[in-house]
């Protein structure tokens, strides 16, 4: 089922974008793992003008929230333009440039609000939730509900994404709420078991934990959090108070268990 940015976006997303820059890469491998938090790149997208196209599609869809089909009209408009040839199939090129950078960018926004200080000391936990994906992977049904406090050391490998294709999340939790799901305290992390990886050129190599794909074991959005809640904060402080109300009403939501603006 096609995957959608329904809901409405929320700033922390948009200003986690928008702060990158763009980096030309001939392999999905040349901008590896939090590198992602300040680089924008698209495998094989090397020319300023073709990475400036993509770049405008993918920000449209995180900051207006229009939906894949809508995604390949402008990616179909940059490919006749700029006659890039790029590998694999339309719909699935196009399906893995929107929903990559949509999550991670709803993620990192989200990562932002959730080690906020002032939420961090009311809500302490954070809960894993599985995406609901037609197809999902096993470890992540293994960790749906799980409560871990903010700073477990697990957290530095399993914030979601978790993968190509993962619409999991996290949601904040306090004493009170883990009082109401009958615990005593957060779970003990799950043992982490790990594969060794290379990439077909050898370029990359370590050991991934299961579960998670190459190259997505880290938290999206954490080396630039404190950059991200400083843009939010300057825009909020130059709006009206009735629209800068309405913009700390997205905070709140990431107290509970807010829609995914990713749903399968």
Not at 166 to 189: I, Y
Request: proline share 7%; hydrophobic share 35%.
């Amino acid at each position: 089922m096609a995957v959608e940015y329904q809901d409405l976006p929320f700033e922390e997303a948009i200003a986690f974008f928008r702060n990158k820059v763009n980096m030309p890469g001939t392999r999905w491998t040349d901008v590896w793992k939090e590198a992602h938090d300040s680089a924008f790149m698209v495998a094989g997208a090397a020319k300023a003008d073709l990475l400036n196209d993509l770049r405008g599609a993918v920000d449209e869809a995180i900051s207006q929230g229009t939906t894949l089909e809508a995604f390949r009209e402008r990616f179909d408009e940059t490919v006749a333009r700029t006659g890039w040839e790029y590998r694999g199939g339309r719909g699935w090129r196009t399906r893995v440039i929107y929903e990559t950078n949509l999550r991670t960018a709803y993620a990192a926004g989200r990562h932002a609000q959730l080690t906020d200080p002032d939420l961090l000391r009311v809500r302490p936990y954070w809960q894993y939730l599985h995406g609901g994906s037609a197809d999902p992977r096993e470890e992540h049904l293994a960790w749906d509900k799980m409560v871990l406090h903010a700073d477990d050391p697990w957290w530095r490998e399993h914030y979601p994404p978790n993968g190509w294709g993962c619409s999991c999340k996290v949601v904040a939790k306090g004493p009170a709420d883990l009082e109401r799901m009958g615990k005593e305290g957060p779970d003990t992390a799950p043992t982490v078991k790990r594969e060794p990886w290379q990439d077909t050129t050898g370029a990359r190599q370590e050991d991934v934990p299961e579960g998670v794909d190459p190259g997505f074991n880290y938290p999206p959005g954490k080396s630039v959090a404190a950059r991200t809640r400083e843009a939010v904060e300057r825009k909020r402080s130059q709006l009206p108070d009735v629209l800068a109300t309405a913009m700390m009403a997205e905070i709140r939501a990431a107290l509970g268990d807010d829609p995914d603006p990713l749903e399968e």
